[in-house]
């Protein structure tokens, strides 16, 4: 997959340097148009990852019974 995104970005790349030299619109739009879509597939590949990258409190540990644990540590300073 992310051998497809490189094939994809650079082409994308070059088409871009060579629009903005020449003021070629249609080559600006295609080469956006192929960074959108390796972006797409950036995100697609990061998918997998989400639930590591994901907020804690998201991924509550559960007893085996099911139940939450409730080891939650007080840290205000109220006596």
């Known amino acids: 997959m992310k051998k497809i995104q490189w094939l994809i970005a650079l082409p994308s790349i070059l088409l871009l340097c060579v629009s903005l030299f020449f003021d070629l619109d249609y080559l600006l739009y295609?080469?956006?148009?192929?960074?959108l879509l390796a972006m797409v597939i950036k995100q697609l590949r990061l998918r997998n990852r989400m639930f590591e990258m994901g907020h804690p409190d998201r991924n509550l540990d559960l007893h085996e019974d099911g139940e939450e644990?409730?080891?939650?540590?007080?840290?205000?300073r109220d006596d």
Do not use: E, P
Not at 30 to 35: I, K, M, R, T, V
Not at 69 to 76: L, P
């Open 30 to 35: 295609l080469s956006l148009a192929g960074f």
């Open 69 to 76: 644990d409730d080891t939650d540590i007080d840290v205000s």
